[in-house]
């Protein structure tokens, strides 16, 4: 069993930043597998964000969020975080972070098999 706890999220105005956590625990070896990040707006389906291969040297956008968000790992931690910059009121949603069932990432939320209880961004304009 693995559990994935995030933290990080907040209010915030339009072009601030934030940057969440997860922190993984359980037993499973997280330098194993890839991690991403997702989020939900109310409404919405739930949609990819960002993805980590095990090892951090590869990563992956969506392309609403290319160039302002960043995510990165660190395996002795058993932790990965976003780093959110330039947020835009649309940002605002539940962010839930994910591991991979595999080493590399996914755009797709059918390849991740444990799910964090998500935490809130709210990006006021």
């Known amino acids: 069993q693995v559990q994935l706890v995030e933290s990080g999220g907040g209010l915030v105005q339009a072009g601030g930043s934030l940057r969440l956590s997860c922190v993984a625990s359980?037993?499973?070896?997280?330098?194993?597998?890839?991690m991403g990040w997702f989020r939900q707006a109310p409404g919405k389906e739930r949609e990819f964000v960002a993805a980590i291969s095990w090892s951090g040297g590869r990563t992956y956008y969506a392309d609403s969020v290319k160039g302002r968000f960043t995510i990165s790992r660190d395996n002795a931690k058993d932790a990965v975080y976003l780093q959110m910059n330039s947020l835009k009121p649309e940002d605002t949603a539940v962010y839930y972070c994910?591991?991979?069932?595999?080493?590399?990432?996914?755009?797709?939320?059918?390849?991740?098999?444990?799910w964090g209880q998500g935490t809130q961004v709210t990006v006021s304009s």
């Open positions: 359980g037993r499973s070896t997280f330098s194993n597998y890839a």
């Open positions: 994910a591991r991979r069932q595999g080493s590399r990432g996914s755009y797709y939320s059918s390849d991740y098999d444990y």
